[in-house]
């Protein structure tokens, strides 16, 4: 009898350290979907350097416009995708109180709203896995799992995001791995 997959959606992924030298190095990604088709995910720690209204020509709020924007991933890198989160969402569809959305349309009906308790954080790209792909990766132990938190999404600032979650997820292996250089022949 075949075992049931087991969804991530609404979890972390974490480098487990064995992902350097390729674009996920000590990256953690946001798991948004993950079922039999396969998963997608953004990448929540690789700021650009850029906001918003420097890569998208669009009438957007200035609140956006001044928003940093992030690498969600390798794949598609003009693809525009956000996560937003408000006091209360209804028919969230990552985790609780937490979305995903696409359309240019949908993000400026958010940006324009005056809801003082909105977040919204903005990606180009994404990260995706065929039908296997990923559960065969977490098999090779390329990557650790945590369960996701609005404060982590939002709040971390995305260049302590690996090494907090690490400390957070405990054991020595991990805080080593937490405080390890980046290259660690250089240390």
Same mark, same amino acid.
């Given at each position: 009898? !075949?075992?049931?997959?087991?969804?991530? /959606?609404?979890?972390?992924?974490?480098?487990? +350290? %064995?992902?350097? +030298? =390729?674009?996920? /190095?000590? =990256? $953690?990604?946001?798991?948004? #979907?993950?079922?039999?088709?396969?998963?997608?995910?953004? $990448?929540?720690?690789?700021?650009?350097?850029?906001?918003?209204?420097?890569?998208?020509? !669009?009438?957007?709020?200035?609140?956006? #416009?001044?928003?940093?924007?992030?690498? &969600? &991933?390798?794949?598609?890198?003009?693809? *525009?995708?956000?996560?937003?989160?408000? %006091?209360?969402?209804?028919?969230?569809?990552?985790?609780?109180?937490?979305?995903?959305?696409?359309?240019?349309?949908?993000?400026?009906?958010?940006?324009?709203?005056?809801?003082?308790?909105?977040?919204?954080? *903005?990606?180009?790209?994404?990260? +995706? @896995?065929?039908? &296997? %792909?990923?559960?065969?990766?977490?098999?090779? #132990?390329? @990557? *650790?799992?945590?369960?996701?938190?609005?404060?982590?999404?939002?709040?971390?600032?995305?260049?302590?995001? @690996?090494?907090?979650?690490? #400390?957070?997820?405990? +054991? @020595?292996?991990?805080?080593?791995?937490?405080?390890?250089?980046?290259?660690?022949?250089?240390?």
């Amino acid at each position: 009898m !075949a075992e049931k997959m087991k969804s991530l /959606q609404g979890m972390f992924l974490l480098d487990s +350290g %064995q992902l350097g +030298g =390729s674009f996920f /190095q000590r =990256s $953690v990604v946001l798991v948004c #979907r993950h079922d039999a088709a396969g998963a997608f995910g953004l $990448v929540l720690n690789r700021d650009t350097g850029n906001h918003v209204g420097e890569m998208i020509v !669009a009438d957007l709020p200035e609140t956006l #416009r001044k928003s940093p924007l992030f690498l &969600g &991933g390798p794949v598609q890198p003009t693809a *525009l995708s956000f996560l937003h989160t408000d %006091q209360y969402i209804a028919h969230a569809d990552v985790m609780p109180n937490l979305s995903l959305g696409h359309s240019l349309d949908e993000l400026v009906e958010i940006g324009e709203s005056f809801s003082p308790t909105k977040k919204v954080k *903005l990606f180009a790209g994404y990260a +995706g @896995w065929s039908p &296997g %792909q990923l559960e065969s990766e977490l098999k090779s #132990r390329a @990557w *650790l799992t945590f369960p996701a938190s609005l404060e982590l999404v939002f709040e971390t600032p995305a260049d302590k995001l @690996w090494p907090e979650i690490l #400390r957070k997820k405990g +054991g @020595w292996k991990n805080k080593l791995l937490a405080h390890m250089p980046e290259n660690p022949s250089l240390n």
